[in-house]
T-cell receptor
Framework: GEDVEQSLFLSVREGDSSVINCTYTDSSSTYLYWYKQEPGAGLQLLTYIFSNMDMKQDQRLTVLLNKKDKHLSLRIADTQTGDSAIYFCAETVFSGGYNKLIFGAGTRLAVHP | DTGVSQNPRHKITKRGQNVTFRCDPISEHNRLYWYRQTLGQGPEFLTYFQNEAQLEKSRLLSDRFSAERPKGSFSTLEIQRTEQGDSAMYLC?????????????FGPGTRLTVL
């Protein structure tokens, strides 16, 4: 089946690193995504990783992929109050001739002083 | 800004009324998607277009829902005889079919409240 699981909440102190975890079910997923959603807004693409990679770094963001365990993580270095938002993990499932995105329920990140 | 735009941003309606939302994708994108997001959940796929052809519809899309993309550019999503359970954020996304990730870019959403 298609399912993406994420922990619901994470609280960190400003300046610390945040690690948001995600597990997915479709071993044939080609790309895995992280999106950010601020209150009342749409989804902002943060980064993605191709399934043949183990790690991708983009400024303060590091994505780690363990394909064997179907586990994806997003690390945010030097977390700032502006990083407070909901973070969604999404896997791609090939269906009907295109790559369908299946989202988790999101992890709410709260950054406190 | 040439991102995905959606109108209106907010819509409040009474149960039983019809509503229509509009999505303008990124101009060179040939694929367009509609999602529904309820409180505390991630987006759920509703339907998708490649150019003007509607190629897939979720079982979430009841007969009261219809979507069009008449000229392969903007799209509309209409909900007839709205119900309180239709209250949600409706998100549109677009992507460009080519080699590579076919990454979807989202608009700001239309928040529907049915009273």
């Amino acid at each position: 089946g298609e399912d993406v699981e994420q922990s619901l909440f994470l609280s960190v102190r400003e300046g610390d690193s945040s690690v948001i975890n995600c597990t997915y079910t479709d071993s044939s997923s080609t790309y895995l995504y992280w999106y950010k959603q601020e209150p009342g807004a749409g989804l902002q693409l943060l980064t993605y990783i191709f399934s043949n990679m183990d790690m991708k770094q983009d400024q303060r963001l590091t994505v780690l992929l363990n394909k064997k365990d179907k586990h994806l993580s997003l690390r945010i270095a030097d977390t700032q109050t502006g990083d407070s938002a909901i973070y969604f993990c999404a896997e791609t499932v090939f269906s009907g001739g295109y790559n369908k995105l299946i989202f988790g329920a999101g992890t709410r990140l709260a950054v406190h002083p | 800004d040439t991102g995905v735009s959606q109108n209106p941003r907010h819509k409040i309606t009474k149960r039983g009324q019809n509503v229509t939302f509009r999505c303008d994708p990124i101009s060179e994108h040939n694929r367009l998607y509609w999602y529904r997001q309820t409180l505390g959940q991630g987006p759920e796929f509703l339907t998708y277009f490649q150019n003007e052809a509607q190629l897939e519809k979720s079982r979430l899309l009841s007969d009261r829902f219809s979507a069009e993309r008449p000229k392969g550019s903007f799209s509309t999503l209409e909900i007839q005889r709205t119900e309180q359970g239709d209250s949600a954020m409706y998100l549109c996304a677009s992507s460009f079919l080519a080699g590579g990730p076919n990454t979807q870019y989202f608009g700001p959403g239309t928040r529907l409240t049915v009273l």
